[in-house]
């Protein structure tokens, strides 16, 4: 399974390279395969073309939505959309019909194997992750009513696994932007071994600095958007910069600037 593309289409082709190698019988995509990247439509014409069975993530949705300009934020033309806004025009019609088709979740059925759920975040909200910040108590609702003993999810941009009662919780790591320490391309396998899913997670090393010239040539960074700046930091760290940045200025009142994303910066580390 694979997830969290995210417009990086270097990672997506390491990836694709190393399912060359270990000939898996079934390929999944889990979602996001749009922003946060300087290749939006190019991830979408590759990944609609491969036949993989595929489900859609939360900036899929969101970003069909935009490009139709339904329910777009306050200060749509500034700078600090200027990622999102770019990447809802990369996007085709064709694109945006096939984001549309995709499907919340899936149930993947082997022969010989027991069936596991596939979604994006969880089975009730493709927000909402399933990884080690989330307590048993919520896990255990956003499970409730799946009947599948396996569940494996994406979102959270780093590789988890739990059990909670009989139920085997997995998540991926991400393959175009992970918040794990590890800048490689990353993905899961899973294997039907001793009567359980068995979790591998793969990391694979790819050449960035194709990414990192894609951000200049695609025009991300022509008008000094600080967003864009910190969403490359993302590709650069495998740290969640862009989203917590946002939340703790939001929270004290303080103006999206570079002056402040560097206090923040000096207070969270």
């Known amino acids: 399974m694979i997830a969290d593309i995210h417009g990086n289409m270097p990672a997506l082709d390491a990836i694709l390279a190393d399912l060359e190698r270990v000939q898996p019988d079934r390929v999944v ?43 777009l934020p306050e200060g749509w ?32 059925d082997v ?9 994006h975040g969880s089975p009730r909200n493709a927000r909402q992750g399933m990884g080690r910040r989330v307590d048993d108590h919520l896990l255990a609702f956003e499970l409730e009513g799946v009947k599948e003993r396996t569940i494996i999810g994406a979102h959270i941009h780093y590789p988890h696994e739990r059990w909670l009662g009989d139920q085997h919780i997995v998540v991926i790591g991400a393959v175009g932007c992970p918040f794990n320490g590890d800048i490689n391309a990353q993905y899961g396998l899973f294997t039907w071994r001793e009567g359980a899913w068995r979790f591998e997670h793969r990391s694979i090393p790819y050449d960035h600095e194709p990414l990192y ?11 000094g958007s600080l967003a864009s700046e910190l969403m490359l930091l993302e590709h650069q760290t495998a740290r969640t910069q862009y989203v917590p940045f946002w939340e703790w200025a939001t929270k004290h009142g303080l103006p999206l600037t570079r002056e402040n994303a560097a206090r923040f910066r000096k207070q969270r580390n």
């Open 213 to 223: 010239d894609a951000w200049r040539a695609s025009g991300y960074l022509d008008d």
């Open 29 to 71: 995509i889990a979602g996001d395969f749009v922003n946060a990247g300087p290749q939006s439509h190019a991830a979408v014409a590759r990944a609609s073309r491969l036949g993989f069975a595929a489900i859609s993530g939360n900036h899929d949705t969101w970003l069909a939505s935009l490009a139709q300009g339904r329910h």
């Open 111 to 119: 022969p010989g194997a027991e069936p596991a759920l596939i979604v």
């Open 77 to 108: 033309e500034t700078p600090w959309w200027t990622p999102v806004r770019r990447a809802t025009t990369e996007l085709t019609a064709d694109d945006l019909r096939w984001l549309d088709r995709l499907p919340f979740s899936l149930s993947i």
